[in-house]
């Protein structure tokens, strides 16, 4: 396992369509974690899920967004009608919890870029 | 809800000095972890060091060191012996079920 996956790496788009990015966390953490970035700040909590359980969203997702957890393994982040405010760096992480190993684990991000 | 705040958005230090970055809190929580994670430009998001909200003792790792005061909603962090490439985005993140992140200093290690 060489850790939480994402993809794609680089999203450009024209304002209106729809994007949907991918996380593959590390196997059999439970948790799973969306966060936004933009330029110079720090990560933005989106929603997070515990297996298949989406637990908690942010006011920051509006209805445009929706994600997704099926079997409790990868993620999918969807952002329908996207607007020029959503160009940003779209971040995964993975959290196991247990074994003494409380850490958020990221991915290298989905850059997405809309025109 | 739970706040982070890094009041110092830029610091430098030269090569092998030692640089303390603020990081403060707020939560009504008692149960919780901090975390100080480092992103060098273009590059993934890593852990540099982490402390349990139960655990008196400061954590270390290395050059890494934390000052936790639990009273008073503080957690900094103190880099030892710094280098070149020390140099980086540090955020400073509160963690209970979700994970806050404060705004991030940015760090300039100068040869």
């Known amino acids: 396992d060489t850790g939480v996956s994402q993809n794609p790496r680089h999203k450009i788009t024209k304002r209106g369509q729809n994007v949907t990015f991918r996380c593959d966390p590390i196997?059999?953490?439970?948790?799973l974690y969306w966060y936004r970035q933009t330029l110079g700040q720090g990560p933005e909590f989106l929603t997070y899920?515990?297996?298949?359980?989406?637990?908690?969203k942010s006011r920051l997702l509006s209805d445009r967004f929706s994600a997704e957890r099926p079997k409790g393994s990868f993620s999918t982040l969807e952002i329908q009608r996207t607007e020029q405010g959503d160009s940003a760096m779209y971040l995964c992480?993975?959290?196991?919890?247990?074994?003494?190993?409380?850490?958020?684990?990221f991915g290298p991000g989905t850059r997405l870029t809309v025109l | 809800a739970q706040t982070v705040t890094q009041s110092q958005p830029e610091m430098s230090v030269q090569e092998a000095e030692t640089v303390t970055l603020s990081c403060t809190y707020d939560?009504?929580?008692?149960?919780?972890?901090l975390f100080w994670y480092k992103q060098p430009p273009s590059r993934q998001m890593i852990l540099v060091i982490r402390?349990?909200?139960?655990?008196?003792q400061n954590a270390t790792e290395n050059r890494f060191s934390v000052n936790f005061q639990k009273a008073a909603k503080s957690f900094s962090l103190k880099i030892s012996d710094s280098q070149l490439g020390d140099t980086a985005m540090y955020f400073c993140?509160?963690?209970?079920?979700?994970?806050?992140f404060g705004a991030g200093t940015r760090l300039t290690v100068k040869p």
């Open positions: 993140a509160f963690m209970s079920n979700d994970m806050r």
């Open positions: 196997s059999e953490h439970n948790r």
């Open positions: 899920f515990q297996n298949e359980a989406q637990l908690e």
């Open positions: 939560t009504s929580e008692n149960n919780y972890y």
């Open positions: 402390q349990e909200a139960y655990k008196q």
């Open positions: 992480a993975s959290f196991s919890g247990t074994g003494g190993y409380n850490e958020q684990f």
